[in-house]
């Protein structure tokens, strides 16, 4: 089973950037189409961003569409997240997964991994 940790979450303004990254140990990173979800206080979990396990197909949430990309490095079991235009509505848990549908399709239970977590809060 792969293990997920991610990084790169903080406190950032209205406006400005971030970058997550997602690093796999153990199982085989390469064949996992991998996805970003998060979750705000109060809110369920919801479908942010996905990459296939070659990364020649991507999928996101319309509410993140042209400010976040999605991309991977097979080479160093690595998933990214890059944030920019953030929004106080960005504020949440972001999670990284590893599961196996298509990355457009966004469905939670497709993904049978997941990282800890990493709090990204925007202020405004």
């Known amino acids: 089973q792969v293990q997920l940790v991610e990084s790169g979450g903080g406190l950032v303004q209205a406006g400005g950037s971030l970058r997550l990254s997602c690093a796999a140990f153990?199982?085989?990173?390469?064949?996992?189409?991998m996805g970003w979800f998060r979750q705000a206080p109060g809110k369920e979990r919801e479908f942010v961003a996905a990459?296939?396990?070659?990364?020649?197909?991507?999928g996101y949430a319309d509410s993140v569409k042209g400010r976040f990309t999605v991309a991977r490095d097979n080479a160093k079991n690595t998933l990214y997240l890059q944030m920019n235009s953030l929004k106080p509505e960005d504020t949440a848990v972001y999670y990284c997964?590893?599961?196996?549908?298509?990355?457009?399709?966004?469905?939670?239970?497709?993904?049978?991994?997941w990282g800890q977590g990493t709090q990204v809060t925007v202020s405004s």
């Open positions: 990459i296939s396990w070659i990364g020649d197909s991507t």
């Open positions: 153990g199982g085989t990173f390469s064949t996992y189409t």
């Open positions: 997964a590893a599961g196996g549908g298509p990355p457009s399709s966004g469905k939670y239970d497709e993904y049978g991994a």
